[in-house]
């Protein structure tokens, strides 16, 4: 892919600083860049890396201009310019419109003809599959799935019966949607299950990272709305409800019933109680634990900080004393209060 | 499915009020349920639903009968007789028995007549797939791999060589039994691999959530006894012992050579080290770390409050001081009696 | 497989104490072993175990050597002699070379004719598998990826397109190395997808345990450099640099950018942050949690310790009053030293 600089303003929407004719061949990071390449500047903190910069231009805000030695887009945001322009480089998985001959299509399912079924798939009866949508190899959707237009399932993903994929989404490999909650009626010493007949609702443009799993609903439904953004190896439980555009990062666990807002981050390796709701707006930072609804947008964080394992092993043995230094503490005021007064 | 509700009376065990011949056509929550369905209540709590509800029959104990305006099946434990009568509503997967024309089966391998083979599953050498067993589309079972009767893998999961998975389990999509134990031996700098010899051996009535990962054993094996229900993305170390009926939720990981009771419940996210015994009957909340063994049944616990991250930075400092916090409180109560008595 | 003792002692360079000519048929643990295995003992400890011992010979340090009543091997490591030993009497997981007939190979992909690649695997375009190779069934190579001599890839693993993976590694199933890094940039509440351009770089040596996950660099690549042993469900993310001979124990979680030297430990649950750098050496203990980069080795730890859940209750809402506590305390000092001196 080639492209002039003036072409990839117009496309960001920036303001071009220099030769518009000059024409760009790929991206790259302001030390890594090659000649020919573009990159950006988001954080002024690495602005020094300007001046070493190979890169032929380079994305950036209006204070930084100054320092920029090359071609520059200068913009408001340069890292969502540089998404904009770094998608035009990106290489074109090869993906054909139809179905590979190794693929297993029940004859009840209605799959587009602009769609691509790719090698080993199997598409169970009733299935539907919209157009441009991609399922790749060696995915299996079970009975009823539907996967609306311009979604690409990547590879060896499992979509289970019923379930519901909407438009322009991104299921990376090894996912699981649809699976059973964990329901368990306890009946003496043994658990029956509680059959799970709800299903997984995904709105449009929502992205499910690689070996994430989610849970079906155990009579209502599992809500995933539209834009949101889940990481990799996330456990969503059953009867969760996500609001649009809220980001979950790597390893984070839903547990079941949960409600999350809209537009709520929470970092990676985030764990939530089951019947809890969070307000639009919350960020959870890395590995905390939630265990009540936080009614307030806000910032929340649980866990201990690093140290030595000697040290901590010292404090952390405190921390089984705390309530009790708490108290002492509470006495030794009260007697010295007594003290003074006396 | 339609079913009386005399007859669902019957199956669950249930006293029944009100109208046996009503015609019940599937279920639903006290809030959802639409005419003709039935519902449960288990937590007296939810009561002021029985008012609004448009459920034709709620499953319900004595003590609530009086607040129920419709037709009512009276048991001891609501929730297990909903276990029940929802599976007489849960659609069947179209599962026939034999062999899809796909799937690729060794020539060594037997499979019961009654079982059935998805498309594109791999069945290895010397495998035995027991008698109405469903092995789902994208499965792989790795040379000797026994699979029990009516236990069903649904799809892309992966049995590792010579591993035994017992009757009537439930394997969900993308779970891998078998993979070699993390056991590594240092020769100077480098890791030489231990080779993993022992097998899973997984008892009956188990059921293994969406991809859970079991490793073998080294020498002897994993066992996982009857009963067990493990949810999704769970860890199990090599030479793991469960004991029977215990429950695991999402996302716990059990490291090497532990062994847990039976009857016990880790909540999800608890890690286990190595080497450790868990009594029966031990239960472990949410993402609670445990480095020791525990002798007696109860509810164990451990981790830190969610709190503003302003307020959690400041008191996360602290925990670093937490030993000499506690030294200088000692200090005190000496100074404080010392000035007392002079 | 059957060996004289005098065979292993020469595989493993041990001192053979007994009878060179007596014949081993596999091993196993001091207490399971049976007549005709061979056992170790690593730890003094365990002793005691020799004198029960149905095992023929038994492999030890000098030390222990007086209390075996059986042949010995006499080695400095016994563990590393096992695993030579053990890796003897490991059944070959039976793999011929050759393509089977089910597998799904692009026609511009080069594939070495001493390579095996299992059923319905899936070879893309561009794709280079070397020498005795062994591609597993179900597994899934998107375009141009590249796979190292004697490499293995059990079941069920993709690799997204570019990705390489080096010699004599063993990749597990489940795992998907090249998976999409988690980038997204915010246009007011909406994100949009942030490319993601380089690859997965694997080194030689490298283990992959089941069902985890390796993101793709942004722009430059994901770095794993020889003889790194990852375990089972680790997260990976995009840019991170991992040192040779790194042991990440299972459900440990890099987060982008982070770069881990050589010869570091991180034992299993352990969460690092993005952007930081730990030195060579550098060992963590279970679940920590890592915020910031360590520049000396060294063992660091955090988290609190179990407890019953009543005390546990206790100390934990105290933990949200430590600053407050740390605060009191110094105040009472002062005070104290006021009183004192007046």
Same mark, same amino acid.
């Given at each position: 892919?080639?492209?002039?600089?003036?072409?990839?303003?117009?496309? @960001?929407?920036?303001?071009?600083?220099?030769?518009?004719? $000059?024409? *760009?061949? &790929?991206? =790259?990071?302001?030390?890594? @860049?090659?000649? &020919?390449? *573009?990159?950006?500047?988001?954080?002024?903190?690495?602005?020094? $890396?300007?001046? %070493?910069?190979?890169?032929?231009?380079? %994305? #950036?805000?209006?204070?930084? /201009?100054?320092?920029?030695?090359?071609n520059?887009?200068?913009?408001?945001?340069? $890292? /969502?310019?540089?998404?904009?322009?770094?998608?035009?480089?990106?290489?074109?998985?090869?993906?054909?419109?139809?179905?590979?001959?190794?693929?297993?299509?029940?004859?009840?399912?209605?799959?587009?003809?602009?769609?691509? *079924?790719?090698?080993?798939?199997? +598409?169970?009866?009733?299935?539907?599959?919209?157009?441009?949508?991609?399922?790749?190899?060696?995915c299996?959707?079970?009975?009823?799935?539907?996967?609306?237009?311009d979604?690409?399932?990547?590879?060896?993903?499992?979509?289970c019966?019923?379930?519901?994929?909407?438009?322009?989404?991104? +299921?990376? @490999?090894?996912?699981?949607?649809?699976t059973?909650?964990?329901? /368990?009626?306890?009946?003496?010493?043994?658990?029956?299950?509680?059959?799970?007949?709800?299903?997984?609702? %995904?709105?449009?443009?929502?992205?499910?990272?690689? !070996?994430?799993?989610?849970?079906?609903?155990?009579?209502?439904?599992?809500?995933?709305?539209n834009?949101?953004?889940?990481? !990799?190896?996330?456990?969503?439980?059953?009867?969760?409800?996500?609001?649009?555009?809220?980001?979950?990062?790597?390893?984070?666990?839903?547990?079941?019933?949960?409600?999350?807002?809209?537009?709520?981050?929470?970092?990676?390796?985030?764990?939530?109680?089951?019947?809890?709701?969070l307000?639009?707006?919350?960020?959870?930072?890395?590995?905390?634990?939630?265990?009540?609804?936080? !009614?307030?947008p =806000?910032?929340?964080?649980?866990?201990?900080? #690093?140290?030595?394992?000697?040290?901590?092993?010292? !404090?952390?043995?405190?921390?089984?004393?705390?309530?009790?230094?708490?108290?002492?503490?509470?006495?030794?005021?009260?007697? /010295? @209060?007594?003290?003074?007064? &006396?």
């Open positions: 892919v080639s492209l002039t600089l003036a072409d990839l303003a117009r496309h @960001a929407d920036a303001k071009l600083i220099g030769d518009g004719q $000059y024409v *760009i061949h &790929g991206v =790259g990071t302001l030390q890594g @860049a090659a000649p &020919g390449s *573009i990159s950006f500047l988001s954080n002024s903190r690495y602005r020094k $890396y300007l001046q %070493i910069t190979q890169a032929s231009a380079v %994305i #950036l805000q209006e204070q930084d /201009l100054e320092y920029c030695p090359v520059a887009l200068v913009v408001d945001n340069p $890292y /969502l310019a540089y998404a904009r322009i770094a998608a035009l480089f990106a290489p074109r998985q090869e993906v054909s419109a139809g179905i590979h001959h190794s693929a297993i299509i029940s004859p009840s399912a209605r799959v587009d003809e602009t769609a691509s *079924i790719g090698p080993l798939a199997v +598409i169970g009866d009733d299935c539907v599959v919209g157009p441009r949508a991609t399922i790749g190899p060696g299996v959707l079970e009975q009823g799935v539907s996967v609306g237009n979604t690409r399932l990547v590879a060896n993903v499992t979509i019966w019923g379930c519901r994929i909407g438009a322009r989404g991104l +299921i990376h @490999a090894g996912v699981v949607i649809g059973d909650g964990f329901g /368990l009626a306890r009946e003496r010493d043994v658990y029956i299950k509680v059959p799970q007949l709800g299903i997984v609702d %995904i709105g449009d443009d929502v992205e499910v990272g690689a !070996n994430t799993t989610i849970d079906r609903g155990t009579i209502e439904n599992t809500i995933i709305e834009g949101v953004k889940l990481d !990799n190896q996330i456990q969503i439980g059953h009867n969760v409800m996500i609001g649009s555009n809220t980001v979950i990062v790597a390893c984070s666990a839903i547990a079941g019933s949960t409600v999350i807002g809209k537009n709520c981050t929470l970092a990676g390796g985030v764990g939530l109680v089951g019947h809890i709701e307000a639009d707006g919350v960020t959870i930072t890395g590995m905390s634990m939630v265990t009540k609804s936080l !009614n307030k =806000g910032v929340y964080s649980s866990g201990t900080p #690093l140290s030595s394992s000697e040290q901590w092993h010292k !404090n952390a043995v405190r921390f089984r004393q705390l309530d009790d230094m708490a108290r002492r503490l509470k006495q030794l005021e009260k007697e /010295l @209060a007594t003290l003074k007064k &006396g």
